[in-house]
């Protein structure tokens, strides 16, 4: 497994959402300038100060050099496919069956995301905690209990919500575990030493209502901090097709991809369908094992991290493929269950081939797993695939653009930026256009865009400043709409004088030549139709 995934260690940092969440996130790149928002994570929008604490460690261990995170990332995988297996072994599978699922797990193409993507990190610390609490929790539910797992469950429960809200629910999966248990029949072999400690139904429930405060204190601050609902293109529904997509990436994990259509943006009858027929099956799984304890624990366990990513509530998430990692390891558990009971009843021979089956599978996802790693070496390597899947999603194509950038590459990214804007005027990002444009040196179209962004953009402060930044920078560029730029500089004025707005000294000069040159224009009102630049326009 480790030699699998070991060149992962020197990639880079991604720009999608690398860049913004760590490199350019000041809790990680300088943690000691507020240990309140270290703790609060306000860039983040909701409070995972466990991730972010580990983050900063590893940014400062590597002087801010992405080997760490990947380093990190594939050592936590490690750890937790040995927790699974631990975890197979205490719920009843022989060695050789809790092996082959946890050597599955570990080279399923699935997980190649949350190793490869340096801002994962968050869900490969998320599932180690989880998993590490589960234990613990099984430890303190059976007699005679382990005094000291009982804390241990409790605080590895807290340190996975405040790692990512995703575990807010593991103290329901626990709860059914122990109703499980509770109305087992006497006959049935226990698959944990028998008796529930009279503590254990307190951990549940406690650990419950943690998650529960938790998970709404998360909901508020996202709201809140990022001043968005989340709720996007969501309906109702929007979870069915989710589902069925993300099964279908378990069972056939082929040519996997950074980013997917938003729910609800196109239709997907057989990705909802399947949802549909998954969400049967685990209903009518939970009626008839609603008396095997350990399998109750698997699935409620799954169901319960993979709910608030899920889409039912109006909170929705991206298609993310690092959503189903500690999902697809209790569906591996859950195979490995059954499977033990399989092998129960055959022959030796039988026993053989299913262990030459599960190799041969394992090779072929290793194989899979093998050829998705080099496109998180980032650039068109990760983005052309996407472009290529979905040509008329806007979104991929101004991706690419950011990574493009992020690469050096701005005359690139000019194609990328205009191409999402064909397909989707979207003035949330005209000043990240206009900026391209200008990096890439076509200053009379980043100018008209980035008056646009000024126009009809979501922050005119941010986009007067980089307008000013854009001629300051260019001092002999003469504006092709001086009225607008007598304007917009004499805001900016204001904007410093009011609001302390801080000016870089470098563009000093070229600011004051732009001043002069626009200072006797007539301060002509102007008006400024939406899509009025060239570039924004269709060809």
């Known amino acids: 497994m480790l030699a699998l995934y070991a060149r992962v260690v020197g990639y880079p940092f991604l720009a999608f959402d690398d860049a913004e969440f760590i490199l350019r996130n ?7 300038s507020s240990l309140l928002d270290l703790l609060l994570t306000p860039k983040v929008g909701y409070p995972v100060p466990v991730t972010i604490g580990f983050e900063a460690a590893l940014y400062q261990l590597a002087g801010g050099a992405a080997w760490a995170f990947h380093a990190a990332a594939l050592a936590l995988h490690a750890v937790y496919a040995c927790q699974l297996l631990v975890l197979a072994r205490k719920l009843g599978a022989a060695l050789p069956v809790a092996f082959a699922a946890s050597l599955l797990f570990a080279v399923h193409p699935l997980v190649v995301q949350p190793i490869a993507w340096a801002i994962c990190l968050k869900d490969l610390l998320m599932a180690n905690l989880v998993l590490g609490a589960t234990l613990a929790f099984l430890s303190r539910a059976s007699e005679p209990p ?38 087992q029949p006497a006959s049935t072999p226990e698959e944990c030493a028998p008796g529930i400690a009279p503590a254990a139904w307190a951990i549940a429930g406690c650990t419950a209502v943690l998650g529960a405060l938790i998970g709404a204190a998360s909901r508020f601050a996202h709201d809140t901090l990022l001043a968005e609902g989340g709720v996007g293109g969501w309906t109702a529904w929007s979870w069915l097709p989710v589902l ?45 094992l609603r008396a095997e304890p350990g ?53 030796g021979r039988a026993r053989g081939a299913a262990a030459l089956a599960a190799a041969a599978l394992a090779l072929a996802l290793g194989a ?30 101004r991706l690419l653009g950011d990574e493009l950038m992020f690469r050096g590459r701005p005359e690139r990214a000019v194609d990328s930026y205009r191409r999402a804007f064909e397909l989707e005027y979207d003035p949330r990002f005209l000043v990240e256009f206009g ?105």
């Open 244 to 288: 069925g997509r993300q099964l279908s990436h378990v069972v056939w994990p082929v040519d996997l991809l950074v980013l997917y259509p938003d729910p609800g943006s196109e239709p997907a009858p057989w990705f909802a369908a399947a949802g549909a027929a998954a969400l049967v099956l685990v209903t009518i799984a939970l009626v008839r």
């Open 146 to 183: 382990w005094r000291a797992s009982a804390l241990a469950a409790l605080t590895l429960a807290v340190l996975a919500m405040l790692a990512k809200p995703s575990a807010v629910l593991i103290g329901f999966a626990w709860l059914a575990y122990l109703l499980a248990r509770r109305h």
């Open 368 to 397: 899979s797993s093998s050829a998705q790693l080099p496109r998180w070496r980032g650039g068109l390597a990760l983005w052309q695939p996407v472009v290529r899947r979905y040509p008329t999603l806007s979104t991929a194509h």
């Open 26 to 32: 000041p809790q990680v790149t300088d943690p000691t």
């Open 435 to 539: 900026t391209v444009l200008g990096l890439a040196g076509k200053l009379g179209d980043a100018e008209c865009v980035l008056i646009e962004a000024v126009a009809y953009g979501s922050n005119s402060g941010y986009a007067i400043y980089n307008y000013a930044a854009l001629l300051a920078y260019h001092p002999d560029y003469e504006p092709r709409h001086p009225a607008i730029a007598r304007r917009l500089l004499t805001q900016l004025a204001t904007l410093r004088h009011t609001a302390g707005l801080a000016w870089p000294e470098p563009l000093e000069p070229g600011l004051q030549r732009q001043l002069a040159r626009v200072r006797d224009v007539p301060a002509v009102p102007t008006a400024w139709p939406q899509r009025n630049c060239a570039v924004l326009k269709s060809r």
């Open 295 to 347: 399998r109750v624990l698997v699935l409620t366990l799954a169901i319960a991290i993979y709910l608030p990513t899920s889409n039912l509530l109006p909170f929705a998430r991206a298609i993310s493929d690092s959503y189903m990692y500690l999902p697809l390891s209790c569906i591996a558990l859950a195979c490995a269950l059954q499977g033990e009971r399989w092998l129960s009843r055959r022959t």
